[in-house]
């Protein structure tokens, strides 16, 4: 059986391997069988026609005749061409060459400079008798026989899987093997194909910022890399390969595998990969979830780049599976301890807090606590002053630091009201009276019947208040 690995152009010679070109260097230079050739039509192994001018003399044959025919028959082309593939058959080995048959009508030869190529596994392989393709190197050799190369045939062999994988859009699973300036080196079988840094994925093409190849690629090497085939260009040596072509496809077959796996409640190791304003995208293995705003972090957080960067390694939970949709859902925040099973045990309405203003709305105020950063209070609008407010930013502005009451705590719906107003409120004494060391007055030396007594002109303040506001009624009541 007898492939032609070049197509229509029967003379076009492989590009591929330094074994070739070697092979090549100890074969007869062209310029000297052409000249043989024109001096010895009849006696070149290699020239197109054979000789007539016996068969057209008429003068009888002299006893020389059989050792001529002899020489002519050995002489006769051969049956292959450079750079056929042919199926051979092992005849005889050593520890110099092996000897194979090629398919009956040639002896072929390995040479060990070809061998020194082959693992020792696949050289252990090579027996008598056993079926092999080989690349023809050249079709006759110094000796007479073919030389072959087993490698070569392997070569062009992955060179039409190669053509194949272009055809039919097929992901080729493989390993980074080197760098170059311009992109990774990966394995396509024996070959050598070539990942531009343009077609990298997204991940890979953030982490270039190094200055060096070094530092940007030697990572990477080793690490599993799914492509596919840009382009094949045989004559070129060239196999240009894209793993962008291939994320999409490979995330989502990895997702399913992964989800088929993963349990909820289950906590994994994984890489922030991108931010976006809902939330941030974790590589926890093979596949993406979704980290959502809210679940980041107990505390406030309007973009996830205040508490993540991309390519940092992260802890996460996986809070939901949706295999239909095939959607992941994380959380970093639930492997914190809840703020809020803090506030339960060591606050209760009527307390006096610090905080800082941090968002104004058109119905109140937000405040983060001091003690408790990751928690934030409402201060209602109708609870800014004693008199109306239209708007916060009347009587508050973000950024300003102050002690506020705690006037409500939900602990099931997460939410914690303040008081502005009634921080200096008389209905607190008894709770203000033990608080006086937890806020000090700005008088270091103020005693505990100083701070009664301050307390109780507070009380007839608002005995007043409600006094007057018998008469009329008061605007927050309202």
């Known amino acids: ?17 330094s074994a070739l070109e070697g092979e090549q260097a100890e074969t007869l230079p062209s310029d000297e069988v052409e000249m043989v050739s024109e001096e010895t039509p009849a006696e070149t192994p290699e020239s197109d026609h054979v000789s007539t001018d016996a068969a057209d003399s008429s003068e009888p044959a002299s006893a020389d005749a059989p050792a001529s025919e002899a020489a002519t028959t050995q002489e006769q082309p051969s049956a292959f061409k450079r750079g056929d593939i042919v199926e051979a058959t092992i005849t005889e080995t050593s520890s110099v060459s092996i000897k194979v048959d090629l398919d009956g009508k040639a002896v072929g030869t390995i040479r060990s400079s070809e061998l020194d190529r082959v693992n020792k596994r696949d050289l252990e392989n090579l027996q008598v008798g056993k079926k092999i393709l080989v690349y023809v190197v050249n079709p006759r050799g110094q000796d007479g026989s073919a030389v072959v190369s087993i490698n070569l045939a392997a070569e062009e062999r992955d060179w039409k899987l ?27 079988g024996r070959l050598r194909g070539f990942v531009p840094q343009s077609q990298m994925n997204a991940e890979r093409r953030r982490a270039t910022d190094d200055e060096t190849p070094e530092q940007r690629w030697g990572k990477m090497v080793n690490e599993p890399i799914v492509v596919k085939v840009m382009e094949v260009d045989r004559e070129r040596n060239r196999l240009i390969l894209s793993e962008r072509m291939a994320s999409k496809e490979s995330r989502e077959k990895r997702k399913e595998n992964l989800i088929t796996r993963l349990q909820q409640g289950e906590e994994r190791t994984g890489r922030v990969v991108s931010l976006e304003d809902f939330g941030a995208f974790i590589d926890i293995g093979g596949a993406e979830g979704l980290v959502h705003l809210t679940e980041l972090s107990w505390q406030h957080v ?6 993540l ?14 295999s239909d949709a095939k959607r992941i859902g994380l959380s970093i925040k639930q492997l914190a301890a809840d703020p809020w099973d803090i506030v339960a045990t060591t606050y209760s309405p009527g307390h006096l807090v610090q905080g800082t203003v941090t968002k104004l709305t058109k119905f109140g105020a937000f405040a983060q606590i001091f003690e408790l950063p990751e928690i934030e209070g409402l201060i209602h609008i109708s609870e800014l002053s004693d008199r109306r407010v239209n708007h916060p930013k009347e ?45 000090p007055s700005d008088d270091s030396e103020a005693t505990a019947p100083e701070a009664e007594s301050s307390g109780q002109a507070a009380l007839d303040t608002n005995a007043d208040e409600e006094s007057s506001s018998q008469e009329t009624d008061s605007p927050s009541e309202a």
Do not use: C
């Not at 197509?7 to 590009?15: K, R």
């Not at 194949?164 to 394995?187: C, F, H, M, P």
């Not at 309007?302 to 508490?307: A, G, K, L, Q, T």
């Open 309 to 322: 960067k991309v390519g940092e390694e992260v802890r996460v939970r996986v809070i939901s599976i949706d």
């Open 395 to 439: 009587v508050v502005n973000e950024g300003d630091k102050l002690t506020m009451r705690i006037v409500k705590i939900d602990i099931k719906n997460r939410r914690l009201g303040l008081s502005l107003k009634r921080v200096n409120s008389a209905e607190y004494l008894d709770i203000d009276w033990w608080e006086t060391d937890k806020f």
């Open 302 to 307: 309007n973009h996830p780049r205040e508490v």
């Open 1 to 17: 059986m007898v492939l032609n690995s070049s197509g229509s152009d029967e003379n076009a010679l492989p590009e591929t391997g």
């Open 162 to 188: 190669a053509q194949e994988y272009r055809q039919n859009q097929q992901a080729y699973d493989t390993r980074i093997s080197g760098y170059n300036r311009g992109g990774l080196i990966v394995k396509f």
